[in-house]
């Protein structure tokens, strides 16, 4: 594939540069999570899959650009809870991850998504989802499941657009507050109709994010 093509937003795999941004987007993103997720470890793990979402901060509108908004004062780059983003000039721009377990070739199990409180709302999210499910499908799995926290609609919407239905309740699932867990599944990944979803859901993804290739 021609990588030579401009891409606002991009997907890889994960490095070891990477892990001060991915800890603190999860950090801001799951405050309560206890014990955070050790990326470190996470990437010498054979079962760990963890993607990364990259923004060229020179396609984006200034407005949104953090080489320009992470020198002012309470914008949206410095108002994490730590005080901290994670990113320094130099580095790419990472406005989310996706972090799954392969616990079986067949199923692989999504940990957690995060992105930028900066980059919510602006399809980074769905973008991680669909390339989790690429990936996933390139590798022979047959489905793929995760949790979500019941009171999560916008999420829920996100993953029953994508043909995840329920399977059931985690009771007390979230130690936070102990809210249930959603039990979704998507069955069938390998079969030409689910193809033809993913598809069918790039070409309108394609044309809301301007991104036009995989770092896979």
């Given at each position: 594939?021609?990588?030579?093509r401009?891409?606002i937003?991009?997907?890889?795999?994960?490095?070891?540069?990477?892990?001060?941004?991915?800890?603190?987007?999860?950090?801001?993103?799951?405050?309560?999570l206890f014990?955070?997720?050790?990326?470190?470890?996470?990437?010498?793990?054979?079962?760990?899959?963890?993607?990364?979402?990259?923004?060229?901060p020179?396609?984006?509108?200034?407005?949104?650009?953090p080489?320009?908004?992470?020198?002012?004062?309470n914008?949206?780059?410095?108002?994490?809870?730590?005080?901290?983003?994670?990113?320094?000039?130099?580095?790419?721009?990472?406005?989310?991850?996706?972090?799954?377990?392969?616990?079986?070739?067949?199923?692989?199990?999504?940990?957690?998504?995060?992105?930028?409180?900066?980059?919510?709302?602006?399809?980074?999210?769905?973008?991680?989802?669909?390339?989790?499910?690429?990936?996933?499908?390139?590798?022979?799995?047959?489905?793929?499941?995760?949790?979500?926290?019941?009171?999560?609609?916008?999420?829920?919407?996100?993953?029953?657009?994508?043909?995840?239905?329920?399977?059931?309740?985690?009771?007390?699932?979230?130690?936070?507050?102990?809210?249930?867990?959603?039990?979704m599944?998507?069955?069938?990944?390998?079969?030409?109709?689910?193809?033809?979803?993913?598809n069918?859901?790039?070409?309108r993804?394609?044309?809301?994010?301007?991104?036009?290739f995989?770092?896979?």
């Amino acid at each position: 594939m021609n990588q030579a093509r401009k891409s606002i937003h991009s997907i890889r795999p994960m490095k070891e540069a990477d892990i001060s941004q991915v800890s603190l987007i999860e950090a801001d993103a799951f405050p309560q999570l206890f014990p955070p997720t050790s990326f470190r470890k996470e990437l010498q793990r054979e079962i760990s899959t963890v993607l990364v979402a990259v923004t060229n901060p020179n396609l984006v509108k200034d407005s949104e650009t953090p080489h320009t908004t992470l020198t002012q004062k309470n914008s949206p780059f410095t108002t994490y809870r730590s005080g901290n983003t994670g990113w320094k000039p130099g580095m790419e721009f990472l406005s989310g991850f996706i972090f799954l377990w392969n616990m079986t070739t067949d199923e692989p199990h999504v940990m957690s998504i995060g992105t930028r409180r900066s980059c919510r709302r602006k399809g980074i999210g769905e973008l991680l989802l669909h390339s989790a499910l690429t990936k996933s499908i390139c590798r022979g799995a047959k489905s793929l499941t995760l949790e979500v926290r019941v009171s999560n609609i916008a999420a829920i919407s996100l993953y029953q657009k994508y043909g995840m239905c329920s399977r059931g309740l985690r009771k007390s699932y979230y130690t936070d507050n102990h809210e249930d867990g959603k039990i979704m599944t998507v069955d069938d990944i390998q079969s030409m109709d689910y193809k033809n979803l993913l598809n069918d859901k790039w070409v309108r993804l394609e044309k809301r994010l301007k991104t036009d290739f995989y770092f896979f």
